[in-house]
């Protein structure tokens, strides 16, 4: 029997949402919370990495880029996350400051998405962080020049490694000038939730003055 053309197979691939619904009066009124209570039920599942999210940004001419980053803090403000503020992100944050976060939670059936602005955390916010972070990960934040082409090839990166390795032998490493964090406020929230039939559960909070209207959204 022939083997099914790549693009056949593509096309036919596909589940069944079933593990549960998503009703107007199991939400918690702000969104903060019920965000939080499905990052713990995400936590608790096993799923690798559950505070990895896709960060969409667009530049000056509303060309879209999107990278996987991770969430580090969430509270009243909105989603906290770190990086370098040179890099092609930090560069259309400037330029724009709207964006949008994903967190697809596919094994639960689940995704969250964020529409909402984004401004710099405080520098002793940042600087904090900055001292929680493996060793290496804090020499590796002062090596890279982010979204910067590398002309000499991997070995340049490796030796700055080093050389920095060298000069910082204990924990006291520097934190880059263009090194810091972001929090996103959000403006909409959207928790998904799969359904069968593909008759999904779209539940939105969308901010109007001082207070969150909760929206069912048509699938």
Known sequence: MATPAPELRLAQLRREYTQAGLKEQDLAPDPILQFQRWFEDALNSGIIEPNAMVLATADSKGRPSSRMVLLKQVDARGFVFFTNYASRKGRELTTNPHASLTFPWHALERQVCVIGTVTKVPRDESEEYFKLRPRGSRLGANVSR????????????????A????QHPGENIPMPAEWGGYVLAPEEIEFWQGRPNRLHDRLRYRRDAERWVIERLSP
């Open 146 to 161: 982010q979204s910067e082409v590398v002309l000499s090839g991997r070995e340049t990166l490796e030796r700055r490694l």
């Open 163 to 166: 050389e920095l390795d060298h």
